[in-house]
């Protein structure tokens, strides 16, 4: 089983500056996958970027990278260059090995980009 | 190519009524995943399905709730008998294998006056 923790339940950030919500997990697979979403007000959710256990490099996505440290089990996202419409709830959820995308998501952080 | 559709987007049931949620998977997804988002938390795993059949129900409550995912048509997640706890948005996801990124709906609000 997986544990999600997500430490800022709000974060504020500047227009044009560089943000970065963390996670930790805690998972006893070897090989496993983490996933970030974005939910803003409107309610869907929306893929953001997938980093793998075994990947060597951080993974980057335009304006998003991860901040992948395995022996602190923590995948904490960095949005550059904030835009006003980065303003919503950010999930992260880790993959297991068992087979099927039963994700497992933390209780999110709520991220508010001011002018 | 279509997202993954669900619907209807907004649901109000009177406690006791019957609600059903429907979901479309995207185009050539053969694998389904229903969530649940109560207020103020993160999304929580109910049930999983491939076609015609019932992978993972681990996170389903035992009564009242049941979900399908037959040959033709979309998936249905079923509440029987609803209660003012089973208000939530209802997520459904789908992905094209078992270990890709899922892909969401925009959700089913369901209230229950």
């Known amino acids: 089983a997986q544990k999600i923790t997500q430490t800022q339940p709000g974060m504020f950030v500047q227009e044009k500056e560089a943000v970065t919500l963390d996670c930790t997990y805690d998972?006893?697979?070897?090989?496993?996958?983490l996933f970030w979403y974005k939910q803003p007000s409107s309610g869907e959710m929306i893929f953001l970027i997938y980093?793998?256990?075994?990947?060597?490099q951080n993974a980057t996505e335009g304006r998003y990278s991860l901040n992948f440290q395995k022996a602190r089990k923590s995948a904490n996202l960095v949005i550059s260059a904030s835009q006003l419409g980065d303003s919503a709830m950010y999930f992260c959820?880790?993959?297991?090995?068992?087979?099927?995308?039963?994700?497992?998501f933390g209780t999110g952080t709520q991220l508010k980009v001011e002018l | 190519n279509a997202g993954v559709m669900q619907n209807p987007r907004h649901l109000v049931r009177r406690r006791g009524q019957e609600a059903r949620l429907r979901c479309s998977p995207m185009?050539?997804?053969?694998?389904v995943y229903w969530y649940r988002q109560l207020p103020e938390e993160g999304l929580k795993f109910m049930v999983y399905?491939?076609?015609?059949?019932?992978?993972?129900e681990s996170g389903m409550p035992k009564e009242r709730f049941s979900a399908e995912f037959p040959k033709e048509g979309p998936s249905i997640l079923r509440i029987q008998q609803v209660v003012r706890g089973d208000s939530a948005a209802y997520f459904c996801?789908?992905?094209?294998?078992?270990?890709?990124?899922?892909?969401f709906g925009s959700g089913t609000q369901l209230s229950v006056l």
């Open positions: 996801a789908s992905s094209p294998t078992d270990n890709e990124k899922l892909f």
């Open positions: 998972t006893s697979d070897q090989s496993y996958g």
């Open positions: 980093q793998g256990s075994y990947d060597e």
């Open positions: 959820a880790p993959l297991g090995s068992g087979g099927g995308n039963k994700l497992t």
């Open positions: 185009k050539g997804h053969s694998h």
């Open positions: 399905l491939q076609k015609e059949n019932i992978i993972d």
